[in-house]
C-alpha cells in the first residue's frame, strides 16, 4: 500500500523547538546532507526533542513527528510509539502549559480529588513525589515553569548523615559547600584511586537504596574490569513509586553532595560523562541540579578540565522507566520498556557498553564513607498520609514504624486505633 504523505508540514515553532537542539535541516525539509549514519546516530536526542516540543507547543503534532523523522533518520511510526509512551506528552492538541493534580493515596487522605472530581483542564495524575505537600499538583510546559511547590519536609536529627544540609541555607552555593568541607572526599578518593574507593564501600556494607539491596562496591568492581569502554554511570532519580520523595529532598537541598558523589563514582568505575535520569515532574530538582553542575563547570570542578562531566536526562512520566534497563532504552531514544537480563547491565547497558546504574541515595552515602570510613547503617524513611508532620527521616536500619511514625509527630487526632507506644508494647513492627 502506498504510504499516505501528510500535506502539512511542521510549524515554525515546531521547527524551532527540534532545531534548538539538533541544529538546523540543510535543505527546504529540514532534511540533512550528512551521511545516514551520522543522522540515526543523533537517535539519544529524541527524548530531549519531544520534551521541546511538548514545552513549547503543548503537544506533539503529526507533522511535528514527522519533521522530527527526517531529521533523526527514523520512520514517523517509531517517533510517534516512542512519544506516545510517555505521560506527560500528549498526541492531540492541548495548551502549552497544564496542571497536573495528584489523585494517588496521601493527596486522597489529605482531601485531594479523585480521577473524576479533579478541576476542569487539569490532569489527574499518579503520586507526583510531593506526597508531603498534599494534596499536591504541579505545573508542566511553557518556557520556563515556575516549580512551584517549596523545599522538601524533613525531620532533622542532629546525628543526620545524608540529610545533615537538607535546610541549612541556600543549596546552591557553592562557596559555602565547600567551606563546610564539600569536595574534600574528592579529593580523598583520588588519592585512594579506583580500587582503594571500592574497598572502602565494601568496608561500609553499602548496598543498593534503590529496591533490590545489591552490594555497590561489588557493582563497580564489575564496571571497572571491562575491557569494552566507555564506561557509563547512571545516577537513578526516577523516584515514581508511590509515596516516595527522598530522592527530591537530596537533590533539592544538596545537589553539589550529589555531584561530588558521582564524580567518585565515576573514578572508581572508569566514567568520564555520567548521566542523572531524573524524574519528568521534578521541577525544582532540575533547576537545583541544573545550576548546580553549572556553577561546577565554571569553578573547573566539572567539565573537560575536570575529566568528568554529568547531564540530566528527563524522563517524562513513566514509572518503569525507573528500571534500570529500561532507563538504557529511554535515553537511547526507544519507548522506555525493560530488558531481558542476561545480559546484565555492567557488561551491556547503556549503548551495549558497561554500564553502573545506582539510585540518589545510594551515590549520597559515599562522600561520608570516603572522608570518614562510616559504615552505611542509615537509610531515608518518607512519611506521608496519616501522620502529623510528614517528611523524610533518616534513622538506623532497623528502626521501628511505631518510633518513626512518632518522630513524624504520630497519628492525626481520629486516625489512630493504636497509639505509637500501644504499637510498639504489642511487638508490631
Ligand atoms: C518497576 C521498577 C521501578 C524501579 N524504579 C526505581 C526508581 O525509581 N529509582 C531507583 O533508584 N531504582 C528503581 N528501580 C530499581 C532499579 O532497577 C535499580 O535496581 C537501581 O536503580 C540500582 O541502584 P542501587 O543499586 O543503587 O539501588 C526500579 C525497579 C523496577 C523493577
Ligand atoms: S504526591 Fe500525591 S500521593 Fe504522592
Same mark, same amino acid.
Given at each position: ?6 500535506? /502539512? ?42 520534551? @521541546? ?83 499536591? @499538583? ?37 562557596? @559555602? ?7 574534600? @572526599? ?20 553499602? /548496598? ?222
Amino acid at each position: 500500500m502506498e504510504a499516505i504523505k501528510r500535506t /502539512t508540514p511542521a510549524s515554525e515553532a515546531e521547527r524551532e523547538a527540534i532545531d534548538g537542539l539538533l541544529g538546523p535541516g540543510e535543505d527546504h525539509l529540514g532534511r540533512d546532507a550528512i551521511a545516514g549514519h551520522v543522522v540515526r546516530g543523533r537517535r539519544h536526542l529524541l527524548l530531549p526533542c519531544l520534551h @521541546a516540543l511538548n514545552d513549547r507547543i503543548g503537544w506533539i503534532s503529526p507533522p511535528a513527528i514527522d519533521y522530527l523523522a527526517s531529521r533523526l533518520g527514523a520512520s514517523p511510526a517509531e517517533i510517534h510509539a516512542v512519544a506516545s509512551f510517555y505521560g506527560l506528552f500528549s498526541l492531540s492538541p492541548r495548551e502549552p502549559v497544564q496542571r497536573h493534580v495528584c489523585i494517588d493515596l496521601a493527596c486522597r487522605a489529605a482531601g485531594g480529588p479523585t480521577e473524576h472530581s479533579v478541576d476542569d483542564g487539569a490532569h489527574p495524575a499518579p503520586c507526583l513525589g510531593l506526597c508531603d505537600r498534599a494534596p499536591a @499538583a504541579i505545573t508542566i510546559g511553557g518556557h520556563d515553569p515556575e516549580p512551584d511547590p517549596g523545599l522538601a519536609a524533613v525531620d532533622r536529627a542532629n546525628d543526620d548523615v545524608l540529610l545533615r544540609r537538607v535546610g541549612s541555607g541556600d543549596p546552591v552555593d557553592l562557596d @559555602a559547600y565547600r567551606a563546610d568541607g564539600g569536595f574534600s @572526599a574528592l579529593d580523598r578518593a583520588r588519592e585512594l584511586g579506583p580500587e582503594g574507593i571500592i574497598a572502602a564501600v565494601e568496608a561500609s556494607g553499602l /548496598t543498593g537504596r534503590g529496591g533490590a539491596g545489591f552490594p555497590t562496591a561489588r557493582k563497580w568492581e564489575a564496571v571497572r574490569t571491562q575491557p569494552v569502554t566507555p564506561h557509563h554511570l547512571i545516577c537513578n532519580a526516577d523516584e515514581s513509586e508511590p509515596g516516595t520523595f527522598k530522592d527530591r529532598t537530596l537533590i533539592e537541598n544538596d545537589p553539589y553532595a550529589l555531584i561530588e558523589s558521582m564524580a567518585i563514582a565515576a573514578l572508581a568505575i572508569g566514567c568520564e560523562l555520567g548521566r542523572v535520569y531524573l524524574r519528568g515532574e521534578y521541577l525544582r530538582a532540575h533547576r537545583t541540579l541544573s545550576t548546580a553542575i553549572e556553577r561546577c563547570r565554571s569553578a573547573g570542578l566539572l567539565g573537560s578540565s575536570a575529566g568528568f562531566d554529568i547531564e540530566i536526562i528527563r524522563g517524562a512520566g513513566a514509572y518503569i522507566c525507573g528500571e534500570e534497563t529500561a532507563i538504557f532504552n529511554s535515553i537511547e531514544g526507544y519507548r522506555g520498556e525493560p530488558r531481558n537480563k542476561p545480559p546484565f547491565p555492567f557488561e551491556s547497558g547503556l549503548f551495549g557498553q558497561p554500564t553502573a546504574v545506582n539510585n540518589v541515595e545510594t551515590l549520597m552515602n559515599v562522600p561520608s564513607i570516603i572522608s570518614e570510613g562510616r559504615r552505611a547503617d542509615r537509610r531515608l524513611f518518607c512519611l506521608s498520609g496519616a501522620v502529623r508532620r510528614p517528611g523524610v527521616i533518616e534513622a538506623p536500619i532497623g528502626i521501628t514504624l511505631g518510633s518513626l511514625i512518632e518522630r513524624a509527630g504520630g497519628l492525626p487526632r481520629g486516625h489512630a486505633r493504636w497509639s505509637c507506644r500501644r504499637l510498639r508494647r504489642s511487638g508490631r513492627p
